[in-house]
């Protein structure tokens, strides 16, 4: 019995000795100043004495807590810590209802949380596929996602029955797979950089995500039809944004697409519909390789 202690002892000892050096530190958590897993207050009175020369600042601490990421803990962090410590109203936290385990990452340029999950990202209680944010390749749904097929089946209804516009889904979900080997086509027929002007890397497209899809056509001269300006004015009441706009080439990544929408839910499209942002815009967010 002795023994079996003392060998238990030693097994211990040795697993915690092998977590000591070879398991590396978890990251500091976002905003978190004082480590104590909550993002409070006394975070972002830790960061304004920092700021001010009051209390040194660990390299740990400048990692969670440089919200506004300019290398530095100044005043300005302070107040966005104390501003996500009480709940800002710029989005709000019931989006994470059946999101256990969401992470919070970061803030974007509007002050709106940024979350992660399984290595998705989330901002607002949405998905979020672009340049920037990409999607892991095990996220694979299969299919487009009930909510999104159901609403552009009623879109449709819709459309044709009352205006006489008929409306065909011909590409929708995606998987990883695929949209490397279209990827990759395409940059064997025109080059990387013309490539990625109309074609997402791998990871990178929505239609990975199964809440995109593209209607009709997808040739310039859709542009001019009278379904494109009909889904361009319409979509938002069935949840969907025209993902790249006009003009918005420079914030989405991407060229104009009048074929290509995206499910949103109604109350969120019908905003950025109303704002007449892009969804990075709108969002505060870029759309740009970071490799
Ligand atoms: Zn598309």
Known sequence: MKRTIKTLALALCATTLFAMCFLPASAAAFAD?????????????LVLRASVGLSPWTDEMLKSCDIDNDKSLTSA?????????VGFGNDDDSCLHGMDGAELVGLTSK???????????YIDG???ANKTYSLPSSY???D???ECKQA???????????????????SGYRSYATQNRIYNNYVAADGKAEADTYSARPGHSEHQSGLALDVNSVEGSFAYTAEAKWIAENCYKYGFILRYPYGKTDKTGYIYEPWHIRYVGIAIATKIHNSGL?????????SKYSY
């Open 77 to 85: 962090d302070a107040r966005l810590i104390l501003r996500l410590s």
């Open 278 to 286: 892009c969804l990075e815009e709108y969002y505060g967010i870029t």
């Open 140 to 142: 694979d749904p299969g």
């Open 33 to 45: 100043a004082d480590g104590d897993g909550r993002i409070l207050a006394a975070d972002a009175r």
């Open 144 to 146: 487009l996602l009930p």
């Open 152 to 170: 552009f089946m009623q879109m449709a209804y819709d459309a044709y029955y009352n205006d006489g516009i008929y409306l065909e889904g011909i």
């Open 126 to 128: 949405i998905l979020v």
């Open 111 to 121: 002050e709106y949380k940024i979350y992660k999950k399984d290595g998705i990202t």
